[in-house]
């Protein structure tokens, strides 16, 4: 239901923030492609939002997009290393996977 209430909302009203609502929602549904493209509409605009780039971080990851996810994390680290103390625990157990991995 959340996924259709996510549509719903960008169709009425398209902005970024929106976007990235629909994006997460396909993101928890394990719809990493359908995720990513509306993690670029999101993005679009060059919005500095820790949870956006934590949000298109954890979808590159999932994509197995490595130096996307990266990027993404440390750029939400970068802007708030506080923005959420899950989603930023997260983030950084994340990186130091991707670390691990190189």
Known sequence: ET????KQAFAKRPTVFAADVLAWAHYLNCEYVAAQKMMRQALRLGTQSAELHFHAG??????????????????ALAINPYFCRRSATEARAVLAQLAATD
Do not use: F, G, V, Y
């Open 58 to 75: 954890m979808i590159a990851w999932r994509l197995q997009q490595h130096t996307e996810a990266q990027k993404h994390l440390e750029t």
């Open 3 to 6: 996924l259709h209430l996510a």
